[in-house]
């Protein structure tokens, strides 16, 4: 255990191993990252590893395009061994007016400069043969889009923060957040005081938890999610494209041979971490594998194939986590206004896992700096309005994104965004 440090860095999940290994390859500060369960053990490994770069702002789309460039670099950035498969994604119009988005996200990739073309369902099936094409307006096809095995992003920054000299430490619970003069002066955790001058709460689904410990009120909600892996399936290759439908909020790609399915159901489940035991694991949260049966059941004349599962396909694996909503659908990235020395890394909206490696960067930076390395007030802790310190318009507003997951115009989004 260690009494004194520059900047304690809280959760080593995607987010926070991120922002902890890039302040480690500076070599400016002195750097801890604690965690109070095993490094890399919540949330993080149990992402499908799916990238989508062209997103609703152009910032968020900058950022996801420079992480996949850094997902590209990882092994050499790292020095930790890491693969990916990069097959590309299609994304598949089911509605007219989502022919209408995949238009401006076709024009918004061409100005920010991330491939996106429009194909016919002809070539999508070509590309993805389990992909029936009835029933389908218009489909793109992003190639540089890619997935991965999830655990490697915060393994590989773990170890290589580790490896560069920041303190690794598993199973030490932050319960606490000293501050003097409005500024950061220390954590308190189950094992000790630890004075340092920042502190980077990165702690996934406690993340609001752990702002409350220095009275911020920080508005994310912890929000169920579940993917199904199938058993190998004669046919699948590990170069078929990822597949998301937009109405239905499904995504599909190849893993292992089999089939992985996720997706956004109506009503999902969200969490009040203060109500939970403080030793959660996410290992222990209920699943239900009748709400991945419902979404598939929803895709059922795109992906036919679903419907055997439990038949003569069998299920290989079942799992799932807490990713954090927003109220306007955005990731939470910055300093605390209220709290000097106090960084959030959150608010994933179930993207954190991919986003990560461009987050950790752009928060080391502004660390050390000083200074925003760009402009990402929209992305800000305190942007919410007035009307979401209403618990119930909060989780109201970030049910309604999380439902509407692919979606990028739809009125009550639109008004929880701008209300
Ligand atoms: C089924 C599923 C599919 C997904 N698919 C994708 C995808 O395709 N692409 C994508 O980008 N994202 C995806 N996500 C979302 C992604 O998993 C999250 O955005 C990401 O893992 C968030 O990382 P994190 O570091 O914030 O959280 P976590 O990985 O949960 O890490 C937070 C850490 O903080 C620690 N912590 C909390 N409180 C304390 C405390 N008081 N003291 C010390 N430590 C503490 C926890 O123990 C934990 O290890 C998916 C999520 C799920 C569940």
Redesign the pocket.
Known sequence: MISETDVVV???????SSVAFHLAKARRLAVAL????DLA????P?????TSQVRRSELVTRLARLAVKKIESFAKDTGEPFTYHQPGALKIARLPEHETQLEEEVARGRRLGVELEFISPDEAKRKMPFLETRGIRAVTFAPTDLYLE?AQI?VGYSRAAGKLGAAMLPH???TGITIEDGAVKGVSTDKGEISCRFVVD?????TRL?ASFASSRVPMIPTR???LITEPIPGVEPNQPITRIIDANVYVRPDNGGLML?GYEKTPIQYDMAQLAPGFD?KDLNLDLHVLRRLADSVRDQLPIFARLGKDIALREH???L?TMTADGEHTVGPVPEVRGLFIA?G?C??????APAVGEVLAEWILSGRAPMDLSALAPGRASADLRSEERLREACRDQYSHHYWERHESAASAASG
Not at 34 to 37: G, I, N, T
């Open positions: 809280i959760g080593s999940g995607a987010l926070g604690v965690d109070m369960h053990s919540q949330t993080s149990r992402a499908a590893g799916l999830p915060p030490t619970r932050v990165a702690a996934g689904a406690w752990v999610h579940q993917l996720g996410i799992r799932g986590g990713p959150g994933c179930v993207g954190g896992l991919s986003i």
